[in-house]
Every structure is written in structure tokens, then in C-alpha cells.
């Protein structure tokens, strides 16, 4: 007995078999939630899968490190604050920029004392009073003296003196025994490695800077895998765990060695737009594109089904009519399929509504019998 809601009618063989097709008039259609949609062309290529995780980029970090040795006076910052170009991050107490100061301020002295002493030379020997090899020793010395005083004076600002406070300790003649350790660009404060009052060593990593959002994917590759890939090469991801958080990355390059441990090549891969889960560590997983790219027609996920044990659709065939086509279909890439064989482009199938219309199938052929 057939159902209420359906006919089915067996049509003519098409290609060796029977075509069965679905009648639902415009009411039964719009009771059912049908919605179908024209099968479009579109681009896809070889796929592979992928895992990875995601890192910062080259240059993304800046270390901080303490030149001399010191106590760490006052911090001013916090792991997670921003920070701008210039803050003070860590305030030192460091008597080796003590000592420093003070062969900068003796060096100044002599420096001035030198070029009194040339000054006064040239007057005796313009009077005959000195040699010229006495007026040439009195320049050497000044020479000499400016030498140092300039040789002191680099070093302090190389080791990160603010020019400023040199200025005024050369002005007050008073040594200054704090070294101000600056954030050298924007950023955001990444890890803070020392606590206040704790002494450390010169060359010390004090506070890593960073801009969190540069961040890329780094994805291995089986060396055959990764022989395939080239810059360019579009990856679709996801946080594992997260498969409908779906992020774009474009392959930048591929790194020519082999991971002693993994066994894998790296691929590196610009992450293309700003993604809600992209924290340096977390793993990521998805597909890599690769290979010359094919133009073939494409059907969401949701038109395809499987029908005793063979993918098909359901074509629109007419106005009430929808017919079961079998499809072999390729690559599978966020929401649709690549349909290899058995649709074309411009034909229209079910892509709401799709089991449904398989139930009413069903229980036709059921009724039919």
C-alpha cells in the first residue's frame, strides 16, 4: 500500500538500471523542508592530512638580558600586560655600573685637565717657553684622555644607560648605580624570569617581549609527503577537538632537514587571518592542498547520502520529481565534495531535506512490493 505523502514511480533503465524517482507536489516539498541547489563548479586539488601545532614566528620574540650582574631593584610589569617601546620592565642595582660611572666621571676630569694643559702649551711655546715635543706630549695626553672618556661613555650607553641619566650624573658629578632595562618595541610581556631583590648574573634572561599575534603553523610531514609541497600551497585547519573552528594558512616554506627524533620535515605556513584558538602550543589538524589545481563540480555535504552502499543525490528532474542518481565523489574539503562522476554543473539537487526524501523512497519501494 503506498504511503499518503508519495508515489513512487519506476522509470525507464538508464545506463543498465532502473531510475527511481521521488513525487512530492509544491505542499509536500515545503512540509518536508526540501531545499535544493544548483551544482556549481569549483577548484580543488590533492589532499593530504596534516597535523602540526602553533608557534611564533621568526623575530615575533625579543629576550631581555641583564649585560652586568645586579639585584633586581623593582619590576614594572607582569606577564600578560603590554607594554610600549621604552617602559622600564626591570630596575637594577648593579655596582658594576657604579664602578663604571665613576672611570666615566675620572675620565671626564682628566679629559678637561688634558685640554687645559694643550691650551697652555701652545701659549709657552708661542712664547718659546716649551719644545714643540713638549706641546706634542701635552696633545697626546689630551688625545689620550678623550679616548677614554669616550671609550666610558659608549660602553655605559651600550650597556643600556639611558643617555639622559649619564648626562645628569656628568652634570652632578654623583655616579648613579641603577641600570633601567627597557622594553626595546610594542609588545606584550610573554614570561617575566626574575622576582624583585633576587641577584643575577650578567647576561641573564630577565623578560621575554612579544606580538602575540604573529604566530604561524608548523605542520610535519613525512620526508615523501613534504617532497610534494611547495610555497603557496593552502592548508584548512582546526584545533584538535575543535572541527568546526576551521582556519586558512599559506604554505611559506619547507625546512631541508630531517627532525632527528620525528622523522619529519617542517612546513611552515602563514596563518592567513586572525583565529579565535591560535596560542603558540596548541596542536592543530586539517588538510594540506598541494599539486595542480582541477576545476570539477562540487555538492555540499549534505546533498550526499549513502543508499545501499553507493553514494547518491537526489536530482530535481521536474517541477514534483526528484531522481536517485548515483555519484562517485573525490576530495572532501570543509562543506562539500568534489562529484568525479554522475552530476553536471547546472543540474540541481537536494541538499535540505535529503533523508526525507530517502525515507519516502524507502517506503515506496516498500509499498510497490
Not at 322 to 336: L, M, N, P
Request: with cysteine; proline share 4%.
Amino acid at each position: 500500500m503506498k504511503t499518503v505523502m508519495t508515489t513512487v514511480l519506476l522509470m525507464a533503465a538508464q545506463l543498465g538500471g532502473a531510475a527511481e524517482v521521488v513525487r512530492l507536489d509544491a505542499d509536500q516539498q515545503a512540509r518536508a523542508g526540501i531545499e535544493v541547489r544548483a551544482v556549481v563548479e569549483e577548484e580543488f586539488g590533492d589532499l593530504m592530512r596534516v597535523v602540526g601545532q602553533v608557534v611564533r614566528s621568526p623575530g615575533s620574540t625579543l629576550t631581555l638580558k641583564t649585560v652586568v650582574g645586579g639585584r633586581v631593584e623593582a619590576l614594572g610589569t607582569a606577564p600578560g600586560e603590554r607594554v610600549v617601546r621604552g617602559q622600564v620592565l626591570v630596575l637594577l642595582h648593579s655596582h658594576e655600573v657604579l664602578a663604571m660611572q665613576g672611570a666615566l666621571l675620572r675620565s671626564s676630569e682628566q679629559s678637561k685637565l688634558a685640554e687645559k694643559r694643550v691650551e697652555a702649551g701652545r701659549e709657552l711655546f708661542a712664547i718659546d717657553g716649551i719644545s714643540r715635543l713638549d706641546l706634542e706630549l701635552r696633545e697626546q695626553e689630551a688625545f689620550a684622555a678623550r679616548l677614554d672618556y669616550t671609550t666610558a661613555r659608549e660602553e655605559l650607553l651600550d650597556h643600556g644607560l639611558p643617555e639622559a641619566d649619564l648626562d645628569r650624573a656628568l652634570a652632578t658629578r654623583t655616579p648613579e648605580a641603577h641600570l633601567p632595562v627597557t622594553s626595546p618595541a610594542d609588545g606584550v610581556v610573554l614570561e617575566l624570569l626574575v622576582q624583585e631583590h633576587e641577584w643575577v648574573q650578567e647576561f641573564a634572561p630577565l623578560v621575554v617581549v612579544g606580538d602575540p599575534k604573529r604566530v604561524e603553523l608548523e605542520l610535519q610531514l613525512a620526508p615523501n609527503q613534504a617532497a610534494s609541497v611547495a610555497a603557496g600551497d593552502t592548508v584548512e585547519f582546526a584545533p584538535v577537538g575543535r572541527s568546526g573552528v576551521l582556519g586558512r594558512a599559506t604554505v611559506i616554506t619547507r625546512v631541508p632537514q630531517v627532525d632527528p627524533e620525528s622523522r619529519t620535515i617542517r612546513i611552515r605556513a602563514r596563518i592567513d587571518s586572525e583565529h579565535p584558538s591560535c596560542f603558540p602550543g596548541a596542536f592543530v589538524q586539517g588538510t594540506l592542498g598541494h599539486g595542480v589545481a582541477r576545476r570539477s563540480p562540487a555538492v555540499p555535504v549534505s546533498a550526499v547520502i549513502n543508499l545501499g552502499g553507493r553514494d547518491v543525490v537526489f536530482v530535481r528532474v521536474g517541477a514534483d520529481q526528484f531522481a536517485v542518481r548515483a555519484v562517485t565523489t573525490g576530495i572532501h574539503i570543509d562543506d562539500r565534495y568534489e562529484v568525479v562522476d554522475g552530476l553536471d554543473v547546472g543540474e540541481e539537487v537536494v541538499v535540505s531535506g535529503v533523508f526525507l526524501v530517502k525515507s519516502a523512497l524507502v517506503k515506496g519501494d516498500e509499498g510497490e512490493q
